[in-house]
């Protein structure tokens, strides 16, 4: 099982980021997909996520109207678009796939917004 995300960098404030997870190793299609990230001193929270099939959607609260989570399942990859990026954006972004038993995470991007 592999999940790799990709797409990270530093981006000055109000300027757009696109995520990537490449996934392989389990069924992707049945996984609910989503993106955490882990700010220095911080604990891990839940940004977004997405449900297989019908591809209901839930967002944290502060990046609502600002970021989409989207996935591809004949790609096997799941994508966070960001807009609007803050300084408090600022964070490792965590990829995870979870179905009944399973719990699968990425390594990790960094996401740095600064002037």
């Known amino acids: 099982v592999q999940l790799v995300e990709s797409g990270g960098g530093s981006v000055q404030p109000g300027g757009p980021l696109r995520l990537s997870c490449s996934a392989s190793?389990?069924?992707?299609?049945?996984?609910?997909m989503s993106w955490y990230r882990q700010a220095p001193g911080k604990e891990r929270e839940f940004v977004a996520g997405?449900?297989?099939?019908?591809?209901?959607?839930n967002y944290l609260d502060s990046v609502k109207g600002r970021f989409t989570i989207s996935r591809d399942d004949a790609k096997t990859t799941v994508y966070l678009q960001m807009n609007s990026l803050k300084p408090e954006d600022t964070a490792v972004y965590y990829c995870?796939?979870?179905?009944?038993?399973?719990?699968?995470w990425g390594q990790g991007t960094q996401v740095t917004v600064s002037s």
């Open positions: 997405i449900s297989s099939a019908v591809d209901i959607t």
């Open positions: 190793g389990f069924p992707f299609s049945r996984y609910y």
């Open positions: 995870n796939g979870r179905f009944i038993g399973d719990d699968y």
